[in-house]
């Protein structure tokens, strides 16, 4: 089992649309998949018209099989563990249990036979939650907007997952939300590709139809599939199976 | 309504497996799949209409298909608990694997019939059916045409909760008047039990039905008139222990001679290779309940068939080696050297090739007279035995017949193994093996009449001790006859013989093993706690121990 976390430290960057995204692709391509949303917003799960609720809470999750939990939805392939309002206290939840930061990798542990892949939409910040979510994850996929702002943020991200206890954890990072008529996205683009190792070959563009998914509530794929942003999240989970059959 | 993704149950864009069901089994209230058959033709819109007020409907696509129902031969994955459907139109086909005891429904797309498990995709359900299936081959065991709708039940988010499929049935030749029925089948969705478990109560009540589990497939064999039977090679034999010994032999003679006769349709067809060996045991059974319950019938009597029974083995004989041979081939290919793999092609070829004429000469022997005669009179003597046949145990109740015989061939395994010593010639413990094979057939012949538990703790320790002796003239058996092949053939590639002289090295190898194990094997059959679970297996009278 592969887990693949969706993270950034900023917030509004396109976490949630890639989770579900790339989730819903990686479905499709045959794998087990689950997507655990857990952002308290809940987006991913509303995005997948599933109920953000779980019932007795998150603390429910603790001693109990996690299964009991997980929502099939409506695609071949794809299961949901719904996020919960509750989910903003999680970081109290874990700091009260030893090993407060192997919380996730623990629950995961028992789906581990089940899925092939887990993409874990995270919340933004530098939490106690998050830091469970990087110890658990094999790879974090960071969508950037291409801005200066969004360049220190990368910066802060790549010094923090150097810590020792996240050795083996790999971060490949994505543009995100880009405008290409925007002179600044060109050249902060531009810029990065020439400065930074590892970036993403594709890119996921400000689109509508992204933003639709808030509507329609299901991917893109699914209701605009020779759309921009559809086209797009194609290509970058192409990119992100080919890298991971590569790097084994 | 948006275009949602595919389901698997859709024959229009299906591409991936879909599970339904937790997939967990724990704690549910209710099975996954919930299966309700109604009456006659109930049109789609009247189906939608019981979910009406709880659910909105999406309608899915509708075709028609063909439903099949497969299984081995004799029903091995039903009565292990699962339930494998096929669904086809034209080439492109649905296969519904079903658990019955955990409720769970895995849905895999297939291209063309399916024919071999490995069409499942090597999903965890293909391994688990390969376990139950074995050696056997799948067949359909029953079809019926189909007109299926499906139906999604949405919540108000618009999310499935419920996939809904009603199929209309009918026989083709439809000479029954209630041959018609339509099935309705509502498969839950991971995490929405309690839709589920709404969905089915709304049915039920709008129809006055109760949901039955595998409601399908038992209707559809009531249609078709066929009935789940299960072939157990086994004998199962129904009477009171106050029944006759004439009694308890001629049900147990006509259980086996069903199941030869039943077995008969498989090995012409060349389903798979167990037929034959069905057909083999129950010939070997035959011969031994007629060699061992004696008295019931006059000697004189059953002579002519004692030695046609053996006649039946003996031409089946080889045929079945040769099965054995091919159905390990790849073991055997494993246990030499990869120089010689090349050269055991040509050995391949050779069993096949005489596989071909064996098989040839058997069907000669099933569509024979000399074969159809036995069975027709064999059939008639066992109805009903004139007087003259009878013997003097024929009138005794049962018990103290299947006591005496059954521990007289307990003392003679105790003798012939007590004797066997390291410089015992092999014959010595293959005559044991025998007689361990006809205690065997003892025990199983009057299961019901023992002591429950006992019967079972015997078996298990009398297989052991046969698995020693089995192997052991297993690899005798195949020396010889390897042996022979190996001198008998010219052949093309040197390579084949010294791939031969490989397997016999191997063969000789694991005989020595067998053989040096048999002293522990049967030490722990020879024990004072065996002896006990003896002398209380008919529990009527105490025996004095052998």
């Not at chain 2, 129904?238 to 259980?255: D, E, F, G, H, N």
């Amino acid at each position: 089992m592969k887990v693949i976390a969706l993270y950034s430290i900023k917030g509004g960057v396109g976490k949630t649309a890639s989770a579900v995204n790339l989730a819903y692709m990686c479905a499709q391509g045959g794998n087990h998949t689950l997507l655990w949303d857990l952002d308290p917003q809940g987006a991913a799960s509303f995005n997948l018209r599933i109920k953000a609720k779980l019932a007795g809470g998150p603390k429910a999750l603790f001693g109990r099989d996690i299964m009991r939990y997980v929502k099939q939805s409506d695609y071949d392939n794809l299961d949901l563990l719904p996020a919960d309002f509750s989910n903003r206290k999680l970081d109290l939840l874990f700091d009260a249990r030893t090993r407060r930061k192997q919380q996730v990798r623990r629950l995961l542990e028992s789906v581990a036979d089940r899925y092939d892949y887990v993409f874990i939409d995270s919340p933004p910040g530098l939490t106690l939650v998050v830091e469970n979510i990087l110890r658990a994850a094999d790879l974090v996929l960071s969508p950037l907007i291409p801005s200066t702002l969004s360049l220190r943020t990368l910066d802060q991200l790549t010094e923090f997952v150097r810590h020792p206890k996240l050795r083996g954890l790999r971060l490949w990072v994505f543009f995100s939300m880009v405008d290409v008529r925007r002179q600044l996205h060109r050249e902060v683009m531009k810029q990065l590709a020439t400065q930074r190792q590892g970036l993403m070959r594709h890119f996921i563009p400000y689109s509508s139809d992204i933003e639709r998914m808030g509507v329609i509530r299901a991917p893109v794929e699914v209701f605009a599939r020779r759309s921009q942003g559809g086209l797009a999240y194609r290509g970058l989970w192409s990119e992100v199976a080919r890298r991971l059959t590569d790097h084994g | 309504m948006l275009g949602h993704d595919s389901i698997a149950l859709e024959f229009t864009c299906t591409t991936q497996p879909q599970r339904f069901g937790s997939g967990d089994g724990k704690g549910k209230l209710l099975n996954d799949t919930v299966e309700f058959i109604l009456p006659g033709n109930v049109p789609t819109s009247e189906v939608e209409k019981f979910f009406t007020g709880q659910f909105a409907a999406a309608r899915g696509p509708e075709y028609s298909a063909t439903l099949r129902f497969h299984d081995t031969f004799d029903w091995r994955l039903y009565r292990a608990g699962w339930v494998l459907e096929e669904a086809t139109r034209g080439r492109r086909g649905v296969v519904g694997c079903y658990n019955r005891r955990t409720g769970d429904h895995v849905s895999i797309p297939v291209t063309g019939r399916l024919r071999h498990l490995h069409e499942l995709g090597g999903l965890q359900e293909e391994r688990d059916l390969r376990g139950v299936v074995g050696l056997r081959a799948l067949i359909a065991q029953a079809q019926l045409p189909v007109r299926v709708s499906e139906i999604k039940l949405l919540n108000d988010d618009q999310k499935t909760v419920v996939h809904c499929r009603v199929g209309q049935y009918q026989a083709p030749d439809a000479a029954e008047a209630n041959s018609e029925f339509t099935a309705i089948r509502l498969l839950g969705l991971r995490g929405y039990t309690a839709e589920l478990r709404i969905a089915a109560a709304r049915i039920a009540s709008a129809t006055n039905t109760t949901q039955r589990e595998c409601a399908v497939l038992h209707r559809t064999m009531e249609v078709l008139g066929q009935t789940l039977d299960e072939h157990a090679v086994k004998p199962h034999i129904r009477l009171p222990p106050s029944a006759t010994a004439l009694q308890w032999m001629s049900a147990i003679c006509t259980r086996l001679v069903d199941v030869m006769v039943s077995n008969e349709a498989g090995i012409v067809q060349d389903i798979d290779t167990e037929f034959l060996h069905d057909f083999r045991v129950a010939v070997r059974r035959t011969r031994s309940a007629l060699g061992q319950i004696r008295g019931v019938y006059k000697t004189e009597s059953i002579t002519r068939f004692s030695s046609e029974f053996a006649w039946l083995g003996q031409v089946t004989g080889p045929l079945r080696d040769l099965d054995v041979f091919l159905l390990h081939f790849d073991e055997l290919r494993a246990s030499v050297p990869v120089e010689l793999h090349d050269g055991l092609q040509g050995f391949n070829d050779y069993l096949r090739g005489q596989r071909i004429r064996e098989r040839r000469r058997i069907l000669k022997h099933l569509r024979g007279e000399r074969y159809h005669s036995l069975v027709e009179d064999w059939r008639c003597f066992l109805a009903e035995p004139g007087t003259r046949h009878r013997g003097g145990a024929a009138g005794q109740t049962v018990v103290p017949v299947a006591r005496e015989h059954t521990l007289r061939i307990w003392r003679r395994v105790l003798k012939q193994g007590r004797c066997i010593n390291d410089s015992s010639p092999p014959q010595a413990l293959h005559d044991l093996r025998i007689s361990c094979k006809k205690l065997r057939y003892m025990l199983e012949f009057f299961t019901p009449l023992q002591t429950a538990g006992n019967a079972g703790h015997l078996t298990r320790r009398l297989r052991r001790l046969q698995e020693n002796l089995g192997d052991f003239q297993d690899c005798s058996v195949q020396i010889e006859t390897l042996y022979n092949i190996a001198h008998q053939t010219a052949w093309d590639q040197p390579d084949t013989v010294l791939a031969l002289g490989a397997l016999i090295q191997q063969a000789t190898d694991r005989g020595t093993a067998a053989r040096q194990d048999f002293h522990r094997r049967f030490q722990s059959f020879d024990t004072r706690s065996t002896a006990r679970l003896f002398e209380r297996l008919f529990a009527q009278t105490q025996i004095k121990v052998a």
